[in-house]
């Protein structure tokens, strides 16, 4: 069974940065798509960024150029590097893949989540 394993978050003041991981227990080279969600409270959660098993990436407009989504195949792992943190990040984030091709895209597996609180 796949498991996915997120680490790295905590709390931090606005402006500092945070690398998250996600370890997976299989080769990540068999996800077609992996991504990271994040769930702010009382928010719904939501996908801002994703990987394709050949490493084109995908980032939502309103965090380009803070946060990037990047993997390293031979650790099993993917990243997520975030700068200039806002207290708008707090949130859980998750990361997520998906063997099957098909769009749109259907995560069927998930980590726990790793909190992120930014504090102002």
């Known amino acids: 069974q796949v498991q996915l394993m997120e680490s790295g978050g905590g709390l931090v003041q606005a402006g500092e940065s945070l690398t998250l991981s996600c370890a997976a227990s299989?080769?990540?080279?068999?996800?077609?798509?992996m991504g990271w969600w994040r769930q702010a409270p009382g928010k719904e959660r939501e996908l801002f960024a994703t990987?394709?098993?050949?490493?084109?990436?995908f980032h939502t407009d309103s965090l380009k150029g803070r946060f990037t989504i990047f993997r390293d195949d031979a650790k099993n792992a993917l990243y997520l590097q975030m700068n200039s943190l806002k207290p708008e990040d707090t949130a859980v984030y998750y990361c997520?893949?998906?063997?099957?091709?098909?769009?749109?895209?259907?995560?069927?597996?998930w980590g726990q989540g790793t909190q992120v609180t930014v504090s102002s």
């Open positions: 990987i394709t098993s050949r490493g084109s990436t």
């Open positions: 997520a893949a998906t063997k099957r091709l098909e769009i749109p895209y259907r995560f069927d597996y």
């Open positions: 299989e080769s990540i080279s068999s996800f077609v798509i």
